[in-house]
C-alpha cells in the first residue's frame, strides 16, 4: 500500500474535519478515508485500488459502538458495531432474527470480530476486475466495464450497464427488508435517509456505491419497531466457510391472525450493484395467504427484468429459489 | 561385499521419470519384521514438532531474519505477452532504504505470463521494496497471448513456445476404432479441468544470509535440504561446499519447491549486488502467477463397453495445459484394463507460468477422467459401478479396497437411478480408484550417535514437509534401541548433515526409513558388542527393551549400559537398505454428497479413502495424509481453479478469497482407512495416491445424487443449475 497519514478521530466531528479533502481536484480514490474494522479498506489499500493520503480511525470515538433502544421499540446501531456483536445480541435476535442470520453469514469469525456495521454498507465491491489493480474499469474512471464480456460468473443481473458489480453487503439487503433508516454525519451537519436510498446505481455515479460525499461517514442506523419478528436472511455461497453471496435474499413479512400477508418486504443481495428491492413481488404478496403456488408466483416476479450476462443466468433460478424458500421459512 | 541390482524410481523435481538400476551392498541387514509386530511403529503417533508449530514457536524461512538483511520485491509484469521497450530503475534507486535494483528482463526481452517478474529490488523494509517496484519506469509492447487451452487448440491461435509440438501415441487407433463398432454401450465425451495451484501456507520464501565474504546460509521453504547449495553457490559465486542450506521447518511444497526457483535466484543475484542478507518472500498473489501451478487438461475419449461389464476399447485425445512448461497427464485408460487402446497425448501452452510437480502429477486429472468415463459407461450398461470396476482391474489390492469403501460408504443405499428421490436435497455416492510409485532410492545417510550419557541422536540433513518425517526418525531409533520417542532427538534440515534424497513423488520415507533404520540396527549391533561383556552375555544374544539392556539373564538401565561406551559415545551410520522398501501403492475413495437441486449447492457428507502402504510408520501421519488427500481431491472437484481473462491474459482470481479451498465448513466427516490387508513388510510413500481418486469419486456422487454429468471441473452451482435446468426441459 501507499504510505499515509494515520489520524485517530476523538469525535464524529474531528472525524469529519479530518476526512476534508486535502486535495480537491484529486481522485475520488485518493481522498482521505474513514476506517471502522478495516477489514475491507485493508484490502483494497494493499491492492492500491484506493490510494488515500490519510486514514481516519474511527475506532477511537466513543459510544459509537452500541446498540440501544430508541424508545419507540425499535433499536439504533452505532456505526461501529462489530458483527459479532450483532449476531449475538439477544433483542437482534428476538426482533430482527433476520439480521443476526445476515450478521452470521459474513466471511469468518475473525473478520466479524473487527468488521463493523458501518463499514459493512460502506464496503467496495468484489468484482474480480475492480480489484486488479493494473487495469482501470469504468469504476475506477477507465472507460471499460470488463466484466461485460468478461468473467462475469459473480457479477450483477439487475442494476447494471455501465457498471456490472454486486453489492457485496449482506447487512445492506436485510436492513432496507427492516425498513431502517440511517445518519450521515458530515460538514455540513447531520442528515437520516431511508438506508434503501443510501445506495445508488452506476449510472448515477459509477465511481460511488452510495450517497456518502468526501467527508461524510455514517453513524448510525436505525431499526423501526417491526411490527413481527417473521424476518429471515437467506445467504446463497459457493464457499460456506468464507464467501460473498452469489445471491441472497432478505425478506420481512407482516401476517394478520389468518395468516394473509399485511405486509412485506423483499430485498435481493449479490445480484444487483444496489440491493435489489422488489416491489412488484411485494405488492404482490400483500393481500394473500402465503403457499407454495403464491411463493413461487412471487419469486417469478421477483426476478422479472433481470439482465444476466453471459455466465450469470444461473442467478435467476438461484434466486427464485431463495425467495420462495425464504417466504415458506417466514409462514411456518 | 557383495553387489546386487536394484531398480529404483527416477524423480526429477517431483515428477516421476521412469527407474534406474542402481548397485547395493547385498548384506542380509536389518528387516522390519511382520507390520503388527511393532512396538511404536504402525501405531498412532503424535507428531513429534506438533506442540511447537501450534504454539508458533516453530522457525520458518519466513521467521528468519539475519542482522542486516534485506527484503526483496518483484516488480511483475502485468502483461501477459509483452516486449520491454522502456525501463528506467534510477528513480526506484533515488529512494531512501533501496540497496539494489537489478533488471530480470532487459529492453528488448520478453515477458510471456503476467507475473514474470521484470525487476528486482533489495531494501531495508519491505514497504520501500514495494514502493521501489511502483518508481521503475517501464513500458511494454503487447505481442499476442492466449490464456485459455480451448483457445490455444484453435488452429490460428498465437504460437506461445517455439519448439513444435511433440505427439505421443499409443496403440492401434484403426483396431481400436474397429472394436468401438461392436460395442454395446460407447460413451463419447470430453472432459476438462482447469489449472491449479498448490496454496502452500507458506509462500516461496529464500533468505541468503550473505555478507560478501567466503560463505553463505541460505534458509529455504523448500523440498530438498541439498536442491539448495548447489544452485545458490552458483549464484554467489561460491563453490558449493561453503554454502549451507537450513531447512527447520517448512510450510508446505506438494511440489512446487525444488532448487532455489526464482525467489531464491534474485535473493541470491540481490545478496551478492549488496554483500548483506536478502530475504524474498514471494506475496500470495505472486504465489499465484508465478510459483508454479499444476497443469489443466482437456481430455477427449470415446470408449466402450460390452454388456457383461468389459471394457473394450477407449480412444483418448489428452491435452495437458502447462502454460509455457511441459507436463503430461498419466495415460488412459488410467488404471484399466482394456482390450483396446488408443491415446494420442500432448501439451499445449498458453501465456501462463510453467506448470511444475503438483500432488501425483497428471494422475488426478487422468483420474478424474477416467473414472467419470467409466461410470458413464457402468450406467449406460446398467452395472453396479463398483462392480464395473472389479470388472477391468487385474490387482486384489483394488478389489479389496473397493469392498471395503463400499461397506464403509454404504454403497447399498446409493440411488439406483441417479437423481431419484423426492425433495430438494438429493443424495448420491460414487467412487474411484488410483495408484501411485511411492518407491524408495539409496540417496540418504544417517547418523545415530549414542551418548555415554545415554542421549541418542538421529541425524541426516533431511526436509520435513510437515508430513511427520521427524516424528519417524525418532521412532525408528527408539524402537530399534528399545527406548521411547521422548529419549531420541532428531537433527534434520541442514546441508552440514548426512544427504538425502529431495521430497518428491512421495519417495522420503521409503527412502529415509531404510537408512535411519540401518543406522540404529548398526548402532544396535556395536552398542551389543560393548555391553555384552559386562553382562556376560554374547553380543548377538543382547536384548535392548523397555529402557534396559539385557542378556545371560541380566539387565543394566539403560544409562548406566551407555556408561561403558568410550568418552565420544559411539557413531554408526545408515544407508539405504532395498529390502525395507518397496513401491506401488493402491487407493480407493468413495464420497457421498447432498445436492441442493434448486440452487445447485453441493455438501459432501462423507468421504472415505482406503489406502496400502506396505508398513504404515505412523497411523496418526497416515490418516492427516489420508484426509488431506480426500480434502484436496473434493477441492479439485467442487471449488479450485485459476481462472483467466481471455482479452486481458491476466489471472483473475490469484487470492485465496477467490481461488476457493475447502474450508472448515466444506469438511465431511472424513474416513481415513489404512488398507492392512498389504502385508508387504517394507515402507511406500502413500501421500500422493491418497488425492488421485476422490476426484471422480465426488463427481460420481453428484451424478448420483442430481442426474447432473458435470465434465469440466470446478463442479460449481452454476454448472448444476444449468444441468439440471437443461435436464427438466428435456423431460416437458
Redesign the interface.
Known amino acids: 500500500m501507499n504510505s499515509f497519514q494515520w489520524a485517530n478521530a476523538a469525535t464524529v466531528e474531528d472525524a469529519v474535519k479530518l476526512l476534508k479533502p486535502t486535495d480537491p481536484k484529486a481522485d475520488v480514490d485518493q481522498q482521505p478515508m474513514p476506517m471502522g474494522g478495516g477489514q475491507d479498506l485493508l484490502t483494497s489499500l494493499k491492492a492500491y485500488i484506493v490510494k488515500p493520503p490519510r486514514v481516519v480511525n474511527l475506532k477511537t470515538i466513543q459510544g459509537m459502538d452500541k446498540i440501544e433502544a430508541d424508545g419507540k421499540g425499535g433499536l439504533k446501531l452505532g456505526a461501529l458495531v462489530v458483527l459479532s456483536t450483532l449476531e449475538e445480541h439477544p433483542e437482534v435476535r428476538a426482533k430482527y432474527p433476520g439480521l443476526a442470520e445476515a450478521a452470521f453469514s459474513i466471511a469468518t469469525p475473525q473478520i466479524r470480530n473487527l468488521g463493523t456495521v458501518g463499514g459493512n454498507l460502506c464496503q467496495r465491491p468484489r468484482c474480480w476486475y475492480f480489484r486488479l489493480e493494473n487495469y482501470n474499469c469504468r469504476k475506477k474512471g477507465g472507460d471499460e466495464c470488463f466484466a461485460k464480456g468478461g468473467e462475469n460468473k459473480y457479477n450483477a443481473i439487475f442494476g447494471g450497464g455501465k457498471s456490472n458489480y454486486v453489492h457485496p453487503s449482506d447487512l445492506a439487503p436485510m436492513l432496507i427488508a427492516l425498513d431502517a433508516t440511517v445518519t450521515i454525519a458530515g460538514p455540513d451537519g447531520k442528515r437520516t435517509m431511508p438506508l434503501g436510498e443510501f445506495f445508488i446505481l452506476p449510472a448515477t455515479n459509477v465511481r460511488r456505491e452510495n450517497v456518502l460525499k468526501e467527508g461524510e461517514i455514517v453513524t448510525e442506523i436505525q431499526i423501526p419497531a417491526a411490527p413481527s419478528p417473521r424476518s429471515t436472511y437467506l445467504k446463497f455461497k459457493e464457499r460456506d466457510s468464507l464467501d460473498f453471496a452469489m445471491s441472497a435474499v432478505a425478506a420481512a413479512i407482516d401476517l394478520a391472525p389468518d395468516k394473509t400477508v399485511r405486509q412485506a418486504r423483499l430485498v435481493l443481495g449479490g445480484v444487483g450493484t444496489i440491493p435489489w428491492r422488489v416491489p412488484a413481488a411485494e405488492a404482490f404478496l400483500v393481500g394473500k395467504k402465503l403457499s407454495d403456488e403464491v411463493n413461487s408466483q412471487a419469486a417469478k416476479i421477483a426476478l422479472d427484468g433481470a439482465k444476466p450476462m453471459e455466465q450469470n443466468e444461473y442467478k435467476i433460478p438461484l434466486t427464485q429459489a431463495l425467495v420462495r424458500r425464504a417466504l415458506a421459512k417466514l409462514n411456518a | 561385499m557383495a553387489k546386487k541390482t536394484v531398480k529404483v524410481p527416477k524423480i526429477v523435481d517431483g515428477v516421476p521419470v521412469g527407474e534406474v538400476e542402481i548397485q547395493v551392498d547385498d548384506n542380509g541387514g536389518p528387516s522390519w519384521g511382520a507390520n503388527d509386530k511393532h512396538r511404536l511403529l504402525n501405531k498412532p503417533m503424535i507428531r513429534v514438532d506438533g506442540a511447537a508449530k501450534a504454539t508458533g514457536t516453530a522457525i520458518y524461512t519466513q521467521d528468519v531474519r539475519p542482522k542486516g538483511m534485506l527484503f526483496g520485491r518483484f516488480l511483475a509484469s ?1 502483461r501477459a505477452h509483452a516486449k520491454v521497450t522502456k525501463l528506467d530503475l534510477e528513480p526506484a534507486k533515488k529512494l531512501a532504504g533501496v540497496k539494489a535494483v537489478l533488471a530480470v528482463v532487459n529492453v528488448g526481452g520478453e515477458v510471456r505470463f503476467e507475473g514474470e517478474p521484470v525487476v528486482a529490488v533489495a531494501a531495508t523494509t519491505p ?1 520501500v521494496a514495494e ?1 521501489a517496484t511502483r518508481a521503475i519506469v517501464v513500458e511494454f509492447q503487447d505481442l499476442p497471448h492466449v490464456v485459455k487451452g480451448a483457445e490455444a487448440l484453435q488452429p490460428n491461435a498465437p504460437q506461445v513456445v517455439a519448439r513444435p509440438p511433440r505427439i505421443q501415441k499409443q496403440g492401434d487407433a484403426e483396431q481400436t476404432a474397429k472394436a468401438l463398432e461392436s460395442c454395446d454401450a460407447v460413451i463419447e465425451a470430453q472432459y476438462t479441468s482447469p489449472m491449479l495451484h498448490h496454496c502452500c501456507l507458506e509462500t516461496h520464501s529464500i533468505t541468503a544470509d550473505f555478507n560478501g565474504k567466503d560463505t553463505a546460509t541460505v534458509y529455504a521453504s523448500t523440498q530438498g535440504t541439498f536442491t539448495i547449495p548447489g544452485d545458490s553457490a552458483r549464484e554467489l559465486g561460491l563453490p558449493q561446499n561453503k554454502v549451507t542450506s537450513i531447512v527447520q521447518n517448512m510450510g508446505g511444497g506438494f511440489g512446487s519447491k525444488f532448487g532455489i526457483g526464482i525467489a531464491g535466484q534474485w535473493a541470491c543475484r540481490l545478496a551478492k549486488e549488496v554483500g548483506a542478507p536478502v530475504k524474498m518472500a514471494l506475496t500470495r498473489r505472486e504465489e499465484f502467477l508465478a510459483a508454479g501451478n499444476g497443469p489443466g487438461s482437456i481430455q477427449k475419449f470415446k470408449a466402450g463397453a460390452s454388456k457383461d461389464g468389459k471394457l473394450v476399447a477407449v480412444m483418448a485425445t489428452q491435452y495437458a495445459l502447462p502454460g509455457i512448461g511441459n507436463s503430461n497427464l498419466a495415460g488412459q485408460p488410467y488404471q484399466y484394463k482394456a482390450e483396446h487402446t488408443y491415446r494420442e497425448a500432448q501439451a499445449v501452452h498458453t501465456n501462463e507460468d510453467a506448470s511444475v510437480a503438483m500432488r501425483a502429477p497428471g494422475h488426478p486429472q487422468a483420474s478424474f477422467a477416467m473414472e467419470s468415463l467409466m461410470d458413464e459407461l457402468a450406467y449406460k450398461i446398467g452395472m453396479d459401478p463398483v462392480e464395473f470396476r472389479k470388472k477391468n482391474v487385474q490387482d486384489a489390492a483394488w478389489h479389496r479396497q473397493l469392498d471395503r469403501g463400499a461397506k464403509e460408504i454404504g454403497w447399498e443405499n446409493r440411488n439406483k437411478t441417479p437423481g431419484e428421490g423426492k425433495g430438494n436435497l438429493r443424495r448420491g455416492m460414487g467412487c474411484g480408484i488410483g495408484a501411485w510409485g511411492g518407491g524408495g532410492n539409496a540417496q540418504c545417510q544417517v547418523d545415530v550417535t549414542i551418548g555415554k550419557d545415554g542421549s541418542v541422536i538421529a541425524a541426516v540433513g533431511s526436509q520435513d514437509l510437515g508430513t511427520g518425517t521427524r516424528t519417524y526418525i525418532r521412532a525408528i531409533v527408539a524402537e530399534e534401541l528399545g527406548l521411547e520417542m521422548n529419549d531420541v532427538v532428531e537433527h534434520i534440515g541442514s546441508s552440514k548433515l548426512g544427504n538425502a534424497n529431495a521430497s518428491g513423488g512421495s519417495t522420503t520415507a521409503a527412502s529415509l526409513s531404510p537408512a535411519v533404520k540401518d543406522a540404529a540396527y548398526n548402532a544396535r549391533v556395536e552398542m551389543a558388542k560393548r555391553v555384552a561383556p559386562l553382562l556376560g552375555a554374547q553380543a548377538d544374544g543382547v536384548v535392548f527393551d523397555q529402557g534396559r539392556v539385557m542378556g545371560n539373564g541380566k539387565s543394566l538401565p539403560w544409562k548406566q549400559a551407555c556408561a561403558a561406551l568410550p568418552e565420544a559415545g559411539l557413531t554408526a551410520h545408515g544407508k539405504w537398505q532395498p529390502n525395507l522398501s518397496s513401491s506401488g501403492v493402491h487407493g480407493a475413495s468413495f464420497a457421498e454428497v447432498e445436492v441442493d437441486i ?4 453441493v455438501r459432501v457428507v462423507k468421504m472415505c479413502h482406503v489406502q496400502d502402504c506396505g508398513l504404515p510408520l505412523n497411523r496418526t501421519a497416515l490418516h492427516s495424509q489420508i484426509n488431506g488427500g480426500m480434502i484436496q481431491s473434493m477441492g479439485m472437484a467442487l ?1 479450485e481453479g485459476r ?6 491474459g ?1 489471472m ?2 490469484p487470492g485465496l ?2 481461488y ?1 479451498i ?5 469438511i465431511p466427516e472424513m474416513i481415513p482407512i489404512i488398507d492392512d490387508g498389504d502385508d508387504r513388510q517394507a515402507v511406500i510413500g502413500m501421500a500422493e495416491g491418497a488425492n488421485v481418486p476422490g476426484v471422480g469419486a465426488v463427481c460420481n456422487a453428484v451424478y448420483n445424487a442430481c442426474g447432473v454429468r458435470v465434465r469440466d471441473l470446478p463442479i ?3 454448472k448444476i ?2 444441468g439440471i ?1 437443461a435436464m427438466q426441459k428435456r423431460m416437458t
Open positions: 502485468p514497504e514502493d434448486e440452487t445447485g449447492h471449488y481462472v483467466m481473462d481471455s482479452d486481458l491476466v483473475v482470481n478469497g477467490d476457493k475447502p474450508g472448515t465448513l466444506e460449481t452451482p452454476d443449475l444449468s435446468i
